[in-house]
């Protein structure tokens, strides 16, 4: 008898745990921004709290927050005060999105999986119709969408942009794959998205829909990627990216009733802030859409000062307290170490190195360069994707053209998205200058632009290939080629 009165109890004690645990308020770090840690030692994080049914809270005051800091994820060290709390901030600031949609072979298939030539019935279909009523609830003229889309390749149909009737027009770029095309390169196609939105500051977030599992293009085709080679992403790949630049991922597992997607949808949601949903028809997925605005919308925007410990990356932990119930939760972002350790006591030996170094810039003042190139020119910095033919451009013509034909003056090769003509650079002799023209936006010192006078400096993003320009000391007349 006492034994079965100790199992009860026993028991008992457990379903309270139970009710407990599920009755307690869930936190989320859907993002961390470190974009002004070196500058003012500010960190923010965006922070979304849910109660027990799962339901958001947008209420919450500052004084419910607590924010914690640790460099190894073990000990952490408690934040004085939190420099500010925001609730609306993503309203006031606007956000920036990339549609991300599947154009694999699959996504041509109905509900079922079946193939069918019904274009009503096919699950890209759906996809189009849930972005453009999700195009359409976005009312903030602050906020950014881009659209890109992928299945071997990766298709950036458009750079987030606030004229949304123009993304609802490319989406009738996306159009069915053939042949090599029909792969499903996921994340190997994630990280370009990443790398398309990384440069954007404020709140940034990727709408990943799926319908399958990653199956890289090499494996498949056996023959090189265009732009991968025989690289083969893993899944930690991306995530590392969002991780690094402060983008969270919202992944969408679109397909019948019982099908997993891929293996990895899940951690690569929540490993970068993001969530993870289930679709199995139009109308679930248009309210996930939606459920994802909300979301986003409702996240309160925490900024506070950084402890100084050194360490390559630390541990944010955010505690919420309400009605004598916390949750808490922590992620890592990275700090850089490029200012040093922090000092225990200052020396005046210190102050030499720098009085060497201003008499150092004051003596390569007084010099005339020698090797200073005469004319103008654009040099290659880096290359992410595809080969350059030259690594250094002389601008000594009236046009200079970039692109991936053999005739361009600096040809680029291995990357689908360059252009015969992708830029065109012409020189204004009479006003001396530069002009760049490209056939789409691109980055040009971290700004999206089909045009510029350029000045010197400038650093110009086409596609991969991160060049600089360099305006010389002197520019040469001309020829009229």
Same mark, same amino acid.
């Given at each position: ?11 008992a ?13 869930s936190?989320?770090i859907? +993002? ?8 003012? +030692?500010?960190?923010?994080l ?9 339901n ?6 500052a004084?419910?927050? @607590?924010?914690?800091?640790s ?17 609306k ?21 109905d ?19 849930a ?5 359409k609830?976005v ?40 042949g090599?095309?029909?792969h ?18 404020g ?15 090499y494996?498949?085709?056996? =023959? ?12 930690? &790949?991306?995530v590392?990216?969002?991780? @690094?630049e402060?983008? /969270? ?23 970068? !802030?993001?969530i993870r949903y289930?679709a ?13 605005m909300? +979301?986003?919308l409702?996240?309160?925007l925490?900024t506070? %000062? ?12 955010v =505690?919420?307290? +309400?009605?004598?119930q ?17 000092l ?7 102050l ?12 390569? /003042?007084?010099? =005339?360069?020698?090797? @200073? ?6 040099e290659?910095?880096?290359t992410?994707?595809? %080969? ?6 002389p601008?000594?013509s ?10 361009a003056?600096?040809?680029?090769l !291995?990357?689908?998205e ?10 204004? &002799? ?12 691109i ?8 045009? %510029? ?19 010389g000391?002197?520019?040469?007349? =001309?020829d009229?080629?």
């Open positions: 008898m006492r034994i079965i009165i100790m199992t009860v109890k026993r028991f004690c457990l379903i309270l745990m139970l009710a407990s645990i599920v009755s307690a308020q936190v989320r859907a +993002q961390i921004d470190n974009s002004s840690l070196l500058l003012n +030692q500010k960190v923010k965006y922070i979304n709290i849910t109660d027990r049914e799962g958001l809270i947008k209420d919450a005051t004084d419910r927050f @607590q924010v914690f800091e460099v190894d994820g073990n000990d952490y060290t408690p934040i004085p005060g939190i420099a500010k709390v925001e609730s901030a993503n309203y006031v600031q606007g956000i920036n999105l990339i549609l991300l949609l599947d154009n694999s072979g699959s996504m041509y298939r509900m079922s999986g079946a193939r069918t030539t019904d274009v009503d019935s096919m699950r890209i279909t759906f996809a189009k119709r972005a453009r009523t999700f195009l609830s009312t903030n003229p602050k906020d950014r969408i881009g659209l890109a889309s992928y299945h071997s390749f990766y298709t950036s149909h458009s750079s987030p942009t606030r004229d949304k009737v123009l993304i609802e027009r490319t989406l009738n770029e996306i159009t069915q794959p053939q090599d095309e029909l499903t390169e996921l994340y190997g196609n994630l990280y370009l998205a990443v790398d398309e939105l990384r440069n954007i500051r709140r940034k977030a990727i709408i990943l829909l799926s319908d399958g599992e990653n199956s890289p293009y494996p498949m085709t056996k =023959k090189e990627h265009p732009r991968f080679g025989t690289k083969i992403f893993t899944y930690e &790949e991306p590392a990216y969002c991780q @690094q402060g983008i /969270s991922v919202f992944a969408i597992n679109f397909g019948k009733l019982g099908e997993r997607g891929d293996r990895n949808l899940t951690r690569i949601a929540t490993q970068t !802030g993001g289930d199995h028809n139009q109308e679930e997925l248009n309210m996930i859409y939606g459920a994802i909300d +979301q986003i409702n996240e309160y925490l506070y %000062k950084a402890t100084m410990s050194p360490a390559d990356r630390k541990y944010a932990k =505690k919420y307290s +309400q009605d004598g916390e949750a808490e939760v922590a992620r890592f972002y990275f700090s850089s170490t490029i200012l040093g350790t922090p225990e006591k200052l020396s005046p030996l210190l030499l190195p720098l009085l060497v170094a201003f008499l150092l810039l004051w003596w390569l /003042s007084r010099l =005339k360069f020698e090797r @200073q190139r005469p004319g103008a020119s654009l290659v910095l880096t992410r994707i595809g %080969k350059v033919s030259t690594r250094f451009l601008l000594d009236a046009r200079t053209v970039i692109g991936r034909t053999t005739d003056n600096m040809t680029i !291995g990357d689908p360059i252009r015969e003509h992708h830029v065109t650079i012409t020189y204004d &002799e009479k006003k001396r200058s530069y002009t760049l023209i490209a056939d789409v936006e980055s040009i010192n971290n700004k999206r632009l089909r045009t %510029k006078v350029l000045e010197p400096g400038d650093v110009i993003d086409i596609g991969g290939t991160k060049t600089v320009f360099d305006e000391f002197s520019s040469p007349d =001309k009229s080629a």
